[in-house]
């Protein structure tokens, strides 16, 4: 349920509703637009209590919200988060762009990757330390060690760093290390360990289960959000369906049904999405035109021995240069923002 202020009502009258909702047992959420104020309630709401508040002073409406998810919902926050990071806004209007390989494997490997991803024009580094891998004898990352080498990479090259955490038990280790926690497609629903980075305060990229609808990925989120973390970003990175010819089936539809849904932002992963490496560069596009507030992108200067074997889907430095050339001319196209520096420079 919702609470819509009167125009223009006072901040102080706003607090006096919420602390009249909070002694009433309920939980609470805020959220400020330019001329009304939103209050959320949390819990189980009497008829009476409601009936109530809609007569209050300076109360226009009481909204019965009737999907599962609340704190995700654009009904609950209207506008959209924008979450910043270092000197960086994500859900703004610059896109955001996180490049880099599949898994940290080297210092050498990260340190000069970094520089490429630097030069092309991204903000933030990415690379995965430990690798949540199908079978148990592939390569399943460096772990902490991988994140030293990539936080030492991301500050020499100012960069951002963004990192997967598998457990619960790495989540205080990774939010050390790294600027933003990725959840992987298989730990969606892993709800211990979405309920620890409720607890952090981390920006958390959230990615889609594989299999997982539009509502089971807010509702993942809602865990988190609702443990007190509001920095949370989806992630649409490809669904499982009866293709074979790509390693996914990257679902468009998602970035501007999920915008609809939730105030969140929302990034888009075409290299995971397709699986293949020419199929990257026009979904990043279509990515970006059908409204997605950044991508992650991955590259690698070697893809053909890449030890994740993920380097089918890997960009050379290149490619990856290249695209980010292509987006700086396709943003303000879509309303959107993308510096790019001369790709001379980057060559």
């Known amino acids: 349920m919702i609470v819509i202020t009167s125009a223009h009502t006072p901040e102080e009258r706003v607090m006096e509703i ?40 300076d109360v226009e409406n009481v909204v019965k919200i009737t999907k599962s998810y609340k704190l995700a919902s654009r ?3 209207p506008e959209d ?27 050498s490997q990260i340190d000069e990757i970094a520089a490429l991803v630097k030069a092309a024009g991204a903000q933030v580094l990415r690379g995965g330390a430990f690798k949540p891998r199908t079978g148990p004898y592939s390569f399943q990352g460096v772990g902490v060690e991988g994140l030293v080498m990539m936080a030492e990479a991301g500050k020499k090259h100012g960069l951002l760093t963004i990192t997967e955490v598998m457990t619960p038990e790495y989540v205080d280790i990774c939010a050390e290390y790294a600027d933003i926690l990725q959840v992987g497609t298989r730990n969606m629903q892993n709800f211990d360990l979405l309920r620890k ?39 649409e990175r490809g669904i499982r369906t009866f293709e074979t010819y790509t390693r996914n089936t990257l679902d468009l539809a998602a970035i501007p049904s999920l915008k609809q849904l939730s105030h969140l932002p929302v990034i888009s992963d075409p290299s995971h999405g397709t699986g293949r490496r020419e199929l990257v560069e026009p979904m990043s596009k279509a990515s970006v035109a059908a409204g997605a507030d ?8 070697d893809p053909d021995n890449s030890m994740t074997g993920d380097g089918v ?35």
Request: aromatic share 6%; net charge negative.
């Open 18 to 57: 919420v602390e009249f909702i909070k002694k009433e047992g309920i939980q609470t959420h805020v959220s400020q637009g330019n001329d009304r104020t939103i209050i959320g309630l949390i819990g189980r709401i009497e008829p009476t209590l409601a009936e109530h508040l809609r007569q209050m002073k």
């Open 81 to 107: 988060t924008i979450i910043q990071v270092g000197d960086v806004k994500i859900g703004g209007k610059e896109l955001v762009i996180m490049g880099g390989p599949c898994a940290v494997e080297s210092a």
């Open 313 to 347: 889907q890997s960009l050379f430095p290149d490619q990856f240069a290249a695209l980010l050339q292509d987006l700086g001319k396709l943003a303000p196209l879509v309303g959107r923002s993308f510096r790019v520096p001369d790709l001379a420079a980057v060559n």
């Open 197 to 235: 980075l409720g607890e952090c305060g981390k920006p958390v990229l959230l990615k889609r289960g594989f299999s997982a609808t539009y509502d089971e990925l807010l509702n993942a989120a809602e865990y988190i959000l609702a443990g007190g973390n509001p920095n949370v970003m989806l992630c």
């Open 75 to 77: 009904d609950f926050h």
């Open 294 to 301: 950044g991508l992650i992108v991955e590259m690698h200067t």
